[in-house]
């Protein structure tokens, strides 16, 4: 498994990622990066967390816990 940084600017942000043999092409809302890939074993699987829910406020009559 690898890892990929791109920067605190990006936290929380969606990216997309075109993956060839040789390297991935991010795109960033600052425009692409091109990044080496540092193996040549074929990408098999994708693993992206899920958007975290945002937090609303409980509506009238109800009761918090």
């Known amino acids: 498994m690898a890892a990929l940084a791109l920067g605190r ?3 929380g942000k969606t ?3 075109h993956v060839t043999d040789s390297e ?3 795109a ?3 425009g692409t990066r091109i990044v080496r890939r540092t193996t040549d074993q074929p990408v098999r699987n994708l693993k992206a967390s899920r958007p ?3 937090h609303t406020e409980p ?4 009761m918090l816990r």
């Open 9 to 11: 600017v990006h936290a």
């Open 15 to 17: 990216v997309t990622i």
């Open 24 to 26: 991935l092409a991010i």
């Open 28 to 30: 960033c809302d600052d």
């Open 52 to 54: 975290r829910k945002t």
């Open 59 to 62: 509506k009238e009559g109800t």
